[in-house]
């Protein structure tokens, strides 16, 4: 008996440590989820009169009778996928249609950046073939999209056929106007979800480090531009989901990415808790499943150098944010390298744990910034990590280090990301098709007064001036009279 009340003494206790730290470990999950709560958040199912559900995150419909003040468009309609794949997402199965210009109009309390994220499916109905989209997006003076079609192979992020657009946005004034105009009259505009996110006030440094063949200067005023998020690249890891990150981003692999062979990198994985201080980087800034894994070279097995290449657009200023935490080193100080952009030298003898006052697995990132117009390049920028002459030879030692990249595009002078055209040039040159309507009805109304008023003045030039029967008996003896009809003789 003693026995049997012994044991189920021990089972007890090990069920209760299991459920503490099952407790534990839901707390911390919830503690982590909820550490970052937006000002201003909207979450929009577009094309739909029901909310859904992604990832813990409720989209409203924009369909429904006290969310349709959001967007405003004469003739929208509003459509349902008929090919209902398996484990699509509810907000990529319905869109709103757009056949002439239109506007979702957000008010936000605070002034500073914002998340704007654009989704798209091109989905199959009856009702109306989005093969036909061919549209503008354009958001508080910048233009995000031109001519586009809703299916993008340069996202930031894909669900399948789904096409995710983010961008950053400097907010001045209490709104967010997010237009949509169709590039000619017979295309359409559409959008499955929009989100619109305040940003965290760490999320954009405003200055950075401008990297040119000529050598490295500083770059200030970065805050208030518009950017577009190109790549997030989570190094020598797995794809990070939304659901993992606290403000909802979609981080890549880097195996395709990677230029140098798997040979001279090995991929490094932290199991311990990342230590995130005050100055440093914030879990916002990139979440825990980026900073606890790396690649790691080392000079004991060849290293020369790690580096990545990505494909980006001509004519735009880059944002190169470098993600490091050293998660493999066994001791302090040991740790220096070099950071190349596009084979330049844009830091020498980076000392990682002076940078981070000294703690291990503590994050740090750097912000660089290349122009593609002045890179010997051209569309592919290189980052890489290398050598410095200050590491010190160890065998088990690390000598370079990386953990996430991330890439945005820069607007241009004319406030646009995607070609040199201006927000005004575009609303301009696509004209309501409302307003265009009314002035075409207009126009024939003008063209039927204007004629039935000519034919009434002609009728009436004619009853007053029209010619009369010439009478035939004039006297002969009457000099006057045959003066009058010699006159009239041709």
Known sequence: ?????????ILYSRIGFLLFVFLLSFSFSVFVSLSFSPADEYLINCGSNVDS??????????????????FSSEGSIAIQSENLVPNVPQIYRTARIFARRAKYEFNVHDKGTYMVRLHFNRIISSKIDLNDALFHVTVNGHVLLRNFNGDDCDSSS???????????????????????????????????AIEVISAPKDLIADVATSVSNDGTVKLNGLVKQAMEV?????????????????LWRTWLPDDEFLKTGEGSSEKTYFSGRIKYRPGGA?????????????????????LVDMSWDFQVSMGYKYLIRMHFCDIASKSLGRLYFNVYINGNLAYQDFDISYSTDYVLASPYYIDFVVDSNNSTSGSLITVGVGLSNKTSVDEHGVDAILNGVEIMKMNNSMGSLDGYVSTETILSSCPNRRNLSIFIAMMAFMCIFMSFYIVAQRKKVKDEYGWTKLSMDVLEDDPKSVNQFVARKP
């Open 1 to 9: 008996m003693f026995n049997l009340s012994a044991k189920m003494a």
């Open 230 to 246: 190109v790549y997030r690249i989570n190094v020598g890891g797995r794809k990070v989901t939304p659901f993992n990150d606290t």
């Open 282 to 302: 914030s879990r916002e800034v990139c979440p825990d499943n980026v900073y606890n894994t790396a690649r790691v070279g080392r000079r004991s097995k060849g």
């Open 53 to 70: 559900t992604v990832d813990n995150r409720r989209f409203v419909g924009d369909a429904s009778a006290s969310n349709a003040n959001f």
């Open 158 to 192: 894909k669900i399948g056929s789904s096409v995710i657009r983010e961008f950053l946005i400097w907010v001045d004034v209490g709104e967010i106007l997010i237009r949509l105009v169709p590039s000619e009259d017979s295309k359409l505009a559409f959008v499955n």
